[in-house]
């Protein structure tokens, strides 16, 4: 089971960014998803996570900006990052809790980052 980021990249002030994240492999169900931010030698901090579902949670600092999404039948979560500050320029990191085939219950996985740069 592999996670893979893509969408990272280069924006202005007040921009947006859509980040993808699709799990692959033996997969027989994928739980919660979401998605981490971290600057080097900080804590890695939460940004969104998403059930099944489709239940969110935001952290404080992106709420009413930044919109998760998840496609259960492709086993993807998306991160839709609007009014784009320098604040917000960090490595972003996709999870997901997977039941592989053949497991006895979910592991935490992790993508292996994608660079979000925010500047003029």
């Known amino acids: 089971v592999q996670l893979v980021e893509s969408g990272g990249g280069l924006v202005q002030p007040g921009g947006s960014l859509r980040l993808a994240c699709l799990a692959s492999?033996?997969?027989?169900?994928?739980?919660?998803m979401a998605w981490y931010r971290q600057v080097p030698g900080k804590q890695r901090e939460l940004v969104a996570s998403?059930?099944?579902?489709?239940?969110?949670h935001y952290a404080d600092s992106v709420k009413g900006r930044f919109i998760i999404s998840r496609d259960n039948a492709k086993n993807t979560v998306h991160l839709q990052m609007n009014s784009l500050n320098p604040e917000d320029a960090d490595v972003y990191y996709c999870a997901a809790r997977i039941w592989g085939l053949g497991t006895s219950g979910p592991t935490l996985y992790w993508g292996q980052g994608t660079q979000v740069t925010v500047s003029s």
């Open positions: 492999g033996s997969i027989f169900s994928v739980e919660d």
């Open positions: 998403i059930t099944p579902g489709g239940s969110t």
